[in-house]
């Protein structure tokens, strides 16, 4: 029990039903003189806005946020001293329904039942202020009990997923100023809330980060008027609005177009519309403050003077940016930045746009040590990792969301229940705090104990449900788990991970007996991976681009396989045309193996790629954010069929995290960054990168550019630190070791490096037959010097035929013929 807040909570007395005003509550006090210091802690079920003498107190958006709110209900500690006056002062409060009392999740579409996904942890709104005044000599306290009066106000609509209605003609003019007469309000009823859950808020509260002006605004076909902000962000629309009193302006959102008219079927059922009736009168401003919503577009009906996007989310400290000379390359990561920011809205969630916006588990731990590179998320994820721990502790099993709005018992998954290991791991790398272990400790082993007591005779996990390479590509639309790679496979996979984690976690908490445990396990299973799913010579099962990653990746292969696997691999993504063949499971997984195996430039190209689906499609597309699918827009502009199509998931832009470990090189030899390694490679495509990170420790840099013949390498390291630094293609491999400062080295890239002219004679032509540019011109020189030759089948049967190996076939090869080849391979690229 915390001694900090003894306040108990309020609710609205006067009747209510779902979906119904949101309640406002006031009360005066009065003060003799002015105290030292005022401290207002605010918090509730639902979303608060509190007021101290008609000013709104801080500058928190949808505060608290969400958290396991029966367990952990952050209070926000305000400075309000300057707002106390000596005399009469009025303290108020709007409670919107928020997370506590509104609809989440989409249960209901499978348990028919009026409120299926409402009232998740009360029925209604329920505020908790306590107002601490400090005069030296002593304490008074001001705290929410029956002394507050309330009553319905302007907000008479306030859903996170459909949207608030405000009409300004029903605001109570000066309620939370001294004086009002609310004689016609109620009395607040006390309502019961266990104060033990009630702790300080840790984590960065969401705020309004930033506002987007229009950057069109246009007529459709149908002749409504649609503002096109160029992001797609989560937040709302602010507008100023001139019109007659009981006039109403109607606000829908949506991420895309089709036809120039507003899809909303990205939303799913959350209806995202807001209403604003006028008050009359005179310009009027109105920002919506109890939802928000994922957009780029707004379709707005009725008047309008100004209008702004207000981008609203955990307002945390950048820490990660990257960029490179492929602006298509800088987009993509700009991209997952995006989605990042428009995910952190207190909860890391899968996305911010449709009835979902919850936090799947798998998704972060998919993304967790992204998100970590690019903002400090010690606080949000923090947060949610202790909402993890105790929801698991309750339920007995990490739930497929956390906070858990599905209410549906979980078995253990791979990827998804095992963020439990890998988040606290992911964050303890970047930070090198082992407090982060401590804490999930308990987490951390229970999970894994759990899957322990449920491994077959052969040491498998190989019952139960997994989502398994969660949307492969190639499944089914309506079948988003029907993935190509075995989903035991993928299982036993991250089970070789994470117990190899929680053994090195037990190990650096000095938990011998477990660790020993620990260790044997992790053993146990990857043998047991490596003779259910594997060749001596190094084949995987399944023979996907998802198994062989998993398997290098993850370290679960000896080096003759892995070097094996490594070229099956590479063989796999070339065939594929340098196009995505791995869902959630394996994307993040694709280039660190292909790059632990020797083969950069196959990761390049696979990083260059443009077509369908590619990790550059979505830019080619126009996207600003990442998608749930990567092609969820199809190349005819309209939109995938599949009913589950977000336009906002970072879980797959986990990807982007090869740049900053390999293009930009920066990795962590020891938790913290207080040793790391510096070792770019450039390749294909790029001739400069550049990447700048904030450590616990301080600033490091890292860039390198290649220009007629020379490459220039630039690191800086902040004090404290030391750097492993690998020169790429230095002639004589140097390697060696930095202290703080800056350093720069220039020197003679290797013979003929040309990074802009990616194709030789001894590429292979299956290489070829994926950049159609190229490939074009490639074809022209055939038709008209060796117009017999059927070379594309010639390709497909022998995938390594090179021209090379064509023109070595033939009796008499022309000087011309050669030469135009070379020509044909410079034709610039269009994959
Ligand atoms: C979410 C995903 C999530 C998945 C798992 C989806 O509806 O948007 O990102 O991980 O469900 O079932």
Known sequence: MNEKYRAGFVAASFPRRPEGPAPYFRREFTVGRRPERATLHVTALGIVEPYLN????????????????????????????????????????????????GRIGFESLTKPGENADRFHYTDRPALFLQLELDYGDHTETIRTDEAFTCASGAVVGHSLYDGETYDARLEPEGWSTAGFDDSGWSPAEPFDWDPAALIPRAAEPIRRVEELSPVAVTTSPSGRTIVDFGQNISGRVRLTTTGRAGQTVTIRHAEILTDGELNVRSLRRAEAVDRYTLRGGGPETWEPRFTFHGFRYAEIDGPFDEVAAVVVHSDMRRTGWFDCSDQRVGKLHANTVWSMRDNFVGVPTDCPQRDERMGWTGDINAFGPTAAFLYDVRGVLGSWLDDLAAEQRELGYVPFVVPDALHSPCEPTALWADAAVSLPWALYQEYGDAGILRRAYPSMTGFVRDVEARLDADGLWSSGFQFGDWLDPDAPADNAAAAKTDRYLVANAYLARTTRELAETAKILGEAADADHFSALADRVRAAFRREYTTPGGRLAGETATAYSLAIAFGLLDPVQERKAGDRLAALVTDAGYRISTGFAGTPHVLPALTRTGHLEEAYRMLLQTGRPSFLYPVTMGATTIWERWDALLPDGTMHPAEMTSFNHYALGASVHWLHTTVGGLTPIEPGYGRMRIAPRPGIGLTHASLRHLTVHGEVTVSWKTADGRITVEAAIPPGTEAEVVLPLHPEALETVISPGAHIWTYDLPEGYDPLHRYTLTTPIRTLLSDTGVWEAVKRVFAEHLPHLPVEHAAKASPDTTLRTVLDRLPDVPDALESAFVNALKETPSC
Do not use: C, K, M, Q
């Open 54 to 101: 008609g000013t709104r107190v801080g500058d928190e958006a949808l505060s608290p946020g969400w958290t396991s709110y029966r367990h952990r209900l952050p209070v926000s500690a305000h400075d309000v001293t300057d707002l106390v006056e000596p005399g009469t002062n009025a303290l108020g409060a709007i409670v919107g329904e928020g997370w506590a009392v």
